[in-house]
């Protein structure tokens, strides 16, 4: 069994992080998204994997390599385009053969990897099997409408009047019977060969479409607020550890990460947090469900729920929490000019000011 990959979106809805930054590469609890998706199909026990790259190719091959630090053999397959879930599998023709496969998207989070769901595939075989879960907004989903028997009947992608609130999580397991599917199928009306509509095509030409409802946690990161909420979830499952400096003036409270090199002074950090190496943390206070990367300086501020990436400076700042701050990024108090905000933004930046 082989694995593809997608990891060739462009990631609109994390702008402006994503201008610069891969979405599969920003990171939940200092480590990418993308990466514990490659750990889960290891522990699934699969070995050959593609990944579908688009403009941000070079970043992401950089980034994962060959793929022997997570025991796999990655191809790398370029896309022209993001031209949907189904052309990514049509591309990839040659890559899978004909061996059956798992297609993971880049950008999701299983807390519980998918090592069960591929066992199961395995020993029954349908032509397809799909991962559901319930949603509060189907709407932005690909939905599943199921019979009374739990059989899938029909699929829509992001449907105006979802017929269910069971939405379409990034993981699919299919035979070669899929190849025959993504070659009939038309683009829809937003210019995409959808997945969707190549399950429905098996559905409808007789074949076994299977689905599994999953009840553990799940994100779709491609937003701020899945980002930190996926962040918040793993932070949770981490065991606190000092292998950088803490000084006696300082409290460490619940599980906290603090990596070498990095160097804790006068601050008080509350778990779970992850603070990466190189890190200097001076006179603040870093608040639960924060992770904080390599090479940062946090001094005389406060942070909370929240992602700093690389590089990244805090000075002075009596509140953030909420936030996903990028790389080398700068954030101090405004000077000379009072009661007021001086701002440099970026396309599609949201920005939320109190006063």
């Known amino acids: 069994m082989k694995a593809l990959v997608l990891s060739g979106g462009a990631g609109t809805r994390l702008r402006p992080i994503t201008h610069t930054y891969a979405k599969q590469l920003v990171p939940v609890a200092n480590k990418p998204v993308l990466f514990y998706g490659l750990e889960a199909i290891a522990e699934a026990g699969i070995t050959e994997v593609g990944i579908v790259v688009g403009d941000t190719a070079p970043e992401i091959q950089r980034a994962v390599g060959d793929g022997s630090a997570f025991g796999l053999d990655i191809t790398y397959i370029q896309q022209s385009a993001p031209l949907g879930l189904a052309h990514a599998v049509l591309i990839a023709r040659e890559f899978l053969g004909d061996e059956d496969f798992v297609m993971y998207l880049g950008d999701n989070f299983i807390v519980d990897g998918i090592a069960d769901l591929v066992d199961e595939f395995r020993a029954t075989r349908p032509d397809a099997q799909i991962l559901l879960t319930k949603v509060a907004d189907p709407s932005a989903f690909g939905v599943a409408e199921l019979d009374v028997s739990g059989k899938v009947v029909a699929l829509e992608e992001k449907p105006a009047a979802p017929r269910s609130d069971l939405a379409l999580v990034g993981v699919f397991l299919f035979t070669p019977a899929v190849h025959e599917a993504v070659q009939e199928i038309e683009p829809s009306a937003r210019g995409e060969l959808e997945i969707t509509d ?39 499952g981490v065991e606190g550890r000092v292998d950088g400096s803490v000084d006696d003036s300082s409290e460490i409270i619940g599980q906290v990460t603090v990596e070498a090199g990095a160097e ?92």
């Not at 190189?278 to 090479?295: C, E, K, Q």
């Open 264 to 355: 804790i002074r006068g601050s008080r950090i509350v778990g779970p947090v992850v603070i990466g190496a190189n890190t200097l943390i001076v006179g603040s206070y870093v608040g639960p469900s924060t992770s904080i990367a390599s090479d940062c300086r946090i001094e005389s501020s406060e942070i909370e729920f929240s992602i700093v990436l690389a590089g990244a400076t805090i000075q002075g700042v009596r509140r953030i929490e909420s936030s996903l701050i990028g790389r080398d990024v700068e954030v101090t108090p405004a000077t000379g000019v009072p009661a007021a905000h001086r701002l440099v933004l970026g396309d599609h930046s949201k920005v939320r000011i109190s006063s």
């Open 198 to 236: 190549a399950l429905q095509w098996l559905i409808d030409h007789g074949r076994d479409v299977r689905s599994t409802t999953i009840s553990g946690y799940w994100k779709d990161t491609g937003n701020v607020i899945d980002m930190l909420e996926a962040n918040r979830a793993v932070l949770e």
